[in-house]
């Protein structure tokens, strides 16, 4: 067993007041969440293994590098198999030998390939493959509304964890278009 300990520190000058912190942030609520799915891992290996979902592969599509690091790790640590792809300026380099189950995209891309084009360059290369959108929206733009079967805002990984696995058991035990390994 093992046991994860993350602390969170703000430095300040000497005879100054605390600063004030917002614990709705981002990253407090990540911490969160790690926390919560170590402990269900460590359940599910103590009581005999992962679920059926941890033989999903994801597609992380993003811009941001870091972005890609954090929704890659958050898609392992809830059991699925992660694989990311970085979207440049006027491209998404797209994996060319692996077949997916899920694409997490997200909408607000900097460059001159918006989500909708990443999107519609995604289906023509994995067709019937759910595409959930991912952005700081209150909604689904809609533009991209055609291409996404799912929306799920920033800084909700429990939801996008629900969301997969939502589109996940919709497709059935045996219509899994992801590699069996």
């Known amino acids: 067993m093992f046991v994860v300990v993350i602390f969170v520190t703000i430095d300040r000058q000497p005879g100054t007041q605390p600063m004030h912190l917002n614990v709705r942030s981002t990253f407090l609520q ?31 599509v993003d811009d941001d590098p870091v972005h890609l690091r954090i929704y890659g790790w958050i898609m392992n640590a809830a059991g699925f198999r992660a694989v990311t792809a970085q979207v440049h300026s006027d491209e998404v380099c797209l994996p060319d030998e692996d077949v997916f189950d899920v694409v997490v995209l997200d909408y607000r ?31 689904m733009p809609d533009d991209i509304a055609p291409y996404a079967r799912k929306f799920v ?29």
């Open 30 to 60: 990540l911490c969160r969440f790690a926390i919560h799915v170590l402990a269900r891992t460590c359940f599910e290996i103590l009581c005999g293994g992962f679920s059926m979902q941890s033989r999903a592969s994801i597609l992380v």
């Open 109 to 139: 891309l900097t460059g001159a390939l918006t989500a909708v084009e990443a999107a519609r360059r995604i289906g023509r290369k994995f067709p019937n493959v759910p595409i959930v959108i991912l952005s700081d929206m209150f909604e």
């Open 153 to 181: 805002r920033k800084g909700e990984p429990e939801k996008l964890i629900a969301t997969i696995s939502g589109l996940l058991a919709d497709r059935g035990p045996n219509s899994s278009g992801g590699d069996p390994r």
